[in-house]
């Protein structure tokens, strides 16, 4: 008679265990696999895999598209546009509402850049006219209180035959927000004239006549560019673009437009009011309603925050944002800055001078404001950014890109 095993001679591996006998139980992991085998051959589970994979395939082509489209655009930037493109922007809105919930711009301090003027002013000498007399506004006063050192006072960025046409000035936009610093720019219309450009997917392909970049043999002269507003093809703008007999969308009476002429000027409009579509104009970039009119900033910047400013981030955040606004004297000013809500760019605007002004876009992917300087060679100026800690690389507009955008150029 046999002895039976003792518990340790039998095997701990279950590979080493004997196969069940064909009249046994059968595993549970061949039952398991079976059981898929019959899920799959049914015609409707295929089908659904079928649509999944084609699905699955277009997203990986529309999205693949999308970051292998021209321009210096970061892939946060893309894949967010992206989204937006294809009716997630409330997915996008809600991830920049969290992001900012949790690293909301920082309170107190003082600004890690100089606010005194940077340098010898750059020189343009377009012709033999003698030189104007300067418009040179009076030194802007500090939101924050008491200034720092040349905050708020205006400095020579660009001449034009001997006469200053663009000032800029560098101040903290409020109280609470000092280690951050804005910049406000003063064009003199006088000495400047301005070119709206098109961007390859906003407002997209047109027969427009201005190419989506500054290439190289348009850029003798050029002193500024900055940015243009916010998606016009999804009607986030709440109005319209139209340049050289195209538009794109509808223009809106009573939307805050950025008008330009055939003599090269600009204005800021509410249109159907201070403009309308004469045989003058040659470009509209309509973006939300005025943030300033009539010299004064409207209670209705403090209210709607969202759906009058943008779906992107609500109005009374403080994030980067841009705004333009003109004078009585005709001059065009430019704002924008990294801890700025629609309140205090209007403000900004306003104490500058502006009798109308407008927001433009938001958000760091979308900020700009350059000056060009014409050495070494006049015909290929260098850029430079005005803020050094704006997102956008300097050469922005130089290769074709994805928004709408301003150049300035000197007379």
Partial sequence: MGVPASPESVSENPAEEPAPSEGGPTPPKRQRFRRTRR???LRSVRAVLALFAVFFAWLCWSVGSALAAPGDDS????????A????????????EDQQYKAHPPKIGGKPTMALAPNGEPVQNNTSNRPALKPIVPPRLVSPAGAPLPGEGTWQTLENVDGTPALLGAFLRPDNEHTSYVAAVVSMDERLVRFTLHPGQSDPGPGDW???????????????????????VIDDEAQGGFYLNGTTRGSLHDGAASLVFTKDGRVTVA????????????????????????????PESVDSNVESGWGLTIAGK????????????D???????????????????????????????????????????????????????????DQERPANRYYEDTSRDFTAVYAR
């Fill in 330 to 388: 005709g001059r065009l000013l430019f704002a924008y800055g990294p801890a700025l809500s629609v309140r205090t760019l209007a403000d900004l605007l306003a104490s500058a001078g502006a009798v109308r002004a407008m927001q433009l876009d938001i958000n760091p992917a979308w900020m700009s404001f350059m000056y060009y300087k014409p050495q070494p060679n006049a015909a290929d100026p260098t850029p430079v950014k005005l803020l050094p």
């Fill in 209 to 231: 006549g201005v190419p989506f970049s500054i290439p190289t043999g348009q850029r003798t002269g050029l002193l500024a560019t900055f940015n243009g507003g916010f998606k």
């Fill in 39 to 41: 899920i799959l051959r």
């Fill in 270 to 297: 509410d249109w159907g009011r201070d403009a309308t579509l004469t045989s003058t104009v040659t470009g509209v970039r309509q973006n939300l309603k005025l943030i300033v009119d009539h010299g004064k900033v």
């Fill in 84 to 95: 937006r493109d294809h009716h997630l922007g409330p997915v996008v809105t809600f991830l």
């Fill in 75 to 82: 892939v946060v930037a893309r894949v967010a546009e992206w």
């Fill in 317 to 328: 955040y403080f994030v980067w944002r841009s705004g333009v606004g003109v004078t009585n």
